[in-house]
């Protein structure tokens, strides 16, 4: 249990360097780069815009926003983009 936490918290922290990079890469066109900042704004903003407190709601809208924002994000960005990204996070 625990080696599947570590490992898919490498995996995360790998996912997140590539986001990064493809941001910073001058290729990518800029839909795309606005889409994965309001993801990574949203994930990293200090409030919700659907509270808590409501419940279920409160707590998938992370789970609903950010994924859907990455995917679609990606799906604007040339495939070699992110592989050349991947690679680049790999090393």
Do not use: H, N, W
Request: include cysteine; charge should be positive; proline fraction near 8%.
């Amino acid at each position: 249990m625990f080696e599947k936490l570590k490992e898919l918290s490498r995996k995360l922290k790998r996912e997140i360097k590539v986001y990064r990079l493809v941001l910073s890469d001058k290729r990518t066109p800029k839909v795309p780069k606005l889409l994965l900042a309001l993801a990574i704004g949203y994930f990293l903003m200090p409030f919700d815009l659907i509270p808590e407190f409501i419940p279920i709601l409160g707590q998938l809208d992370d789970l609903i926003i950010v994924p859907s924002l990455i995917i679609i994000a990606l799906k604007f960005i040339p495939r070699e983009i992110v592989e050349d990204c991947r690679k680049k996070a790999g090393d």
